[in-house]
């Protein structure tokens, strides 16, 4: 089946610095997405990406859909306390279900 | 406009009972979709239905295992004769159309353990 992998597993930073996280597949997808998970919810969409190559921003959030399709990266700038959670990446194809990262976990030391 | 529901938040069965977990997709939405997730894993999809129909259930194991989406009520997890393996978080997501191009939105997850 098809399968991303998500680096790095976890983080921990001060705050203020900014985070990069990334993840890759061997398969394609058409759609990629980027949740945050907090501790007893369900996740949340941060962004989502649509077309190849695309770089979308929220807020001081900014992620990309890789050019081959097969990768994307999500970049926090000057991390808050607040920004705290578990980040997943997940690829759409066709098929309409969504297959998930395993996670980066983030920590930001005030 | 209220968010997914689902309920229980907590479940906990022995092993043998039945679990059934239910899922409210939001308002206008007739697209549900239902993920387990392990501690310290990603979500791991199970099953894709839209308004009585079962469109992808590649996801779920093909024993104990069953979900419906009626035309009336919540969607419904049923799983029987449970296992301690089955311990995990489920959580249900719904969109207005196919995920490909609609926002799936996510339910607080139910919680179940099997002792």
């Known amino acids: 089946g098809q399968q991303l992998n998500q680096s790095p597993q976890s983080m921990f930073i001060q705050e203020g610095e900014d985070v990069s996280m990334n993840c890759t597949s061997s398969?394609?997808?058409?759609?990629w997405l980027w949740y945050k998970q907090e501790p007893g919810e369900g996740p949340v969409l941060l962004i989502a990406l649509y077309k190849a190559g695309e770089l979308t921003s929220n807020g001081r959030l900014t992620a990309q859909f890789g050019i081959t399709r097969k990768d994307s990266f999500l970049n926090i700038s000057a991390s808050i306390p607040s920004d705290v959670g578990i980040y997943f990446c997940?690829?759409?194809?066709?098929?309409?279900?969504?297959?998930f990262g395993d996670g980066t976990t983030l920590t930001v030391k005030p | 406009n209220a968010g997914v529901m689902q309920n229980p938040r907590h479940l906990v069965r022995r092993r043998g009972q039945e679990a059934r977990l239910r899922c409210s997709p939001m308002k206008g939405h007739s697209h549900v979709y239902w993920y387990r997730q392990l501690p310290e894993e990603g979500l791991k999809f199970m099953v894709y239905?839209?308004?009585?129909?079962?469109?992808?259930e590649s996801g779920m194991p093909k024993e104990r295992f069953s979900a419906e989406f009626p035309k009336e009520g919540p969607s419904i997890l049923r799983i029987q004769q449970v296992v301690r393996g089955d311990s995990a978080a489920y959580f249900c997501?719904?969109?207005?159309?196919?995920?490909?191009?609609?926002?799936?939105?996510f339910g607080p997850g139910t919680r179940l353990t099997v002792l």
């Open positions: 997501a719904s969109s207005r159309g196919p995920a490909l191009y609609n926002e799936q939105f």
């Open positions: 398969s394609i997808f058409n759609t």
């Open positions: 997940a690829g759409n194809t066709n098929a309409g279900k969504s297959t």
């Open positions: 239905l839209q308004k009585e129909n079962i469109i992808d």
